[in-house]
């Protein structure tokens, strides 16, 4: 138990430097783990669908979710959390409804034993037909086309201890831009820990961090009078770290609340910090509401969820909608499902012998 402490204190310091070390200090690529930037490097990294959040549950929390995440949305958030699950085998949809008419849908399923949890998680990002426009033709060309990106993951979890869980998720992705593709091999890692105080739980991840993005071919002909690249420029893939802690203060026997705080780092764009609270009724109805720092417009977000546990399952639908300043209001809907398996009775063999 002392190695396996001092296992997670050291991973929580490593993750503390990675999230707080200044752009300034070189940070070891372990081929590239982290390349952190200053403040301000907005538009440095490419492929940001892949931070697009999903669930609205963690929506509604303001995204504070890093130790929060012990449902099907834990694949995309903390892969380390498919260990805390409260089914053995758990499916998860998510649907947003972005601005300028792109959705963004996500599947995941999952399953664990006692040891081990493996899952599978798909994002399809669809912007619809686009309308072509050039220097001569500001209005539209006639013609259309499309930008639709999307990802495949793979994730593999354990369980250390009853406390201390981390997981991995490999992920393949893809951005198609009209005739142009860009593909890449991503990888998030986590960690979580039940420190041993009630609920109280910290965690730590750090997600799509990979090799650079680049589309692949070469850039098309340009009009007379310019001379076109000879090669399309690359971007760094959008690496963030995350550190997180979230308790549930029992108020009363029908009444729980639940809060949480991250400390997000991106490698292009400030720091932030978010906050969420969620009020249990009955363990069947929750209201939520969470925000987040750093943000020149909008960070608020809201929302709600109903869950209903039978013996053979447990499903939670879950609403949430999130301010964009001057794009708009966004609505995201989950649905998590995890069928229940009834333990055995140990008894059960001898009454039946009688």
Known sequence: MVGVARTWWLASALGLILCCAPGSVPVVRA?????????ENAGTAGAQFLRIPVGARAVALGKAYT???????ALYW???GVMRTPGRTNF????????????LDYLSFHHRGQNYGYGLSMGVLRSGDILRTDEFHQQG????????????????????????SIGGTLKYYQENLDDYQIKSVLADLGILYFVGLGDLRVGFAVKNFGGDLKPGGSPPAMSDGYVPAANFQKFPAPTEGTFGAAKTWNLSQKLGLVTSADFNHPSDN??????????????????????????????WAAGFGLQLKRK?????????????????????????LSPLVRAKDPEAWRRSSR
Do not use: C, W
């Open 92 to 103: 998860f949809a998510s649907h947003s409804q972005y601005t300028a008419g792109i959705d």
């Open 31 to 39: 081929a590239d783990v982290l390349t952190l930037f200053g403040e």
């Open 312 to 336: 053979q399952f447990l499903l939670r639908v879950d609403y949430a909608y999130s301010d964009m300043g001057a794009f708009g209001v966004i609505h995201h809907i989950s649905v998590d």
């Open 78 to 80: 903390n892969p380390a």
């Open 67 to 73: 130790s929060m995440a012990t449902d099907g949305s």
């Open 270 to 299: 400030q720091e932030s910090f978010r906050f969420g609270t969620e009020l249990g009724m009955r363990k069947m109805l929750f209201l939520r509401g969470g925000y987040e720092t750093g943000r020149h417009e909008g960070g």
């Open 141 to 164: 060309t006639g013609t259309y086309f499309n930008a639709n990106h999307f990802f495949l993951g793979a994730t593999l979890a354990r369980a250390m201890t009853d406390r201390f």
